[in-house]
């Protein structure tokens, strides 16, 4: 505690000095999207999502093929 503050007071005074001096900072938007502007986002992003791994070493589709059949 040279600093005068803890360590958990430390790190919130680095994130709010990273926050300020190297964050980029964006204009104001108008708010959330409408009903149009979604679906047009959404019709551009493929809609099918298949994880090619997982944190565990499997994904559900792996797990699925290797269940055994009834």
């Known amino acids: 505690m040279s600093l005068g503050v803890d360590e958990t007071a ?8 990273l926050r300020d001096e190297v964050l980029p ?11 149009a502007q979604l679906r ?3 019709s551009l992003v ?3 999502r298949t994880p090619t ?3 565990f070493g ?6 699925r093929k290797k269940a055994p059949k009834a």
Do not use: F, K, M, N
């Open 46 to 48: 493929s809609q099918e």
């Open 10 to 17: 430390a790190v919130h005074l680095a994130l709010a000095h």
């Open 53 to 55: 791994s997982s944190l």
């Open 25 to 35: 900072r964006y204009e104001r938007d108008d708010g959330p999207l409408t009903p």
């Open 40 to 42: 047009d986002a959404r």
């Open 58 to 63: 499997t994904t559900e589709r792996a797990r």
